[in-house]
């Protein structure tokens, strides 16, 4: 069984309409390029990181490596020593290169231009729902030149009333 390429990209920073710090932790799966999850916090730290893991994992399996930035929520010793004992390796980006991420990049760069950059959120709690919407639209139905102008992890569920009659 294949197990899925993660990716851990840099937090995206934006800010509530009263001008609270929002923090995004993007999880991405290189192979596929499916956002798997995005934790939507004020403040995301090494358990957060640990804590959105363990839900891929277990819903996933543990992926062959785990890449990330260097920032202090990625290298901190018990993300370390926690991915290292459910058995994955990490790989991380070297300090100003970003070509190293280029998926993550790239979603950094989509989410913001077709999402935060056009949108006002009052609470955490509406850019929670909202920015998880986006990420479902992002696999479902976002075309990706990369992937034939398909999206990444298409619905599976053809909605009643789209389905064939039987005769």
Known sequence: MRTWSGTIPRQVHHRTDDGRALRTLNILDEYSRECLAIRVKRKLNSTEVIDALTDLFIL?????????????EFIAEAVRGWIKAVGAKTAFIEPGSPWESGYC?????????????????????????IIDSWRKHYNTKRPHSALGYRPPAPEAIVPMDQRPTMH
């Open 60 to 72: 996933r399996g543990v992926p062959a490596h785990i890449r990330s930035d260097n920032g202090p």
């Open 105 to 129: 990049e790239s979603f950094n760069g989509r989410m913001r231009d077709d999402l935060l950059d056009g949108e006002v959120f009052y609470s955490l709690r509406e850019a929670q729902i």
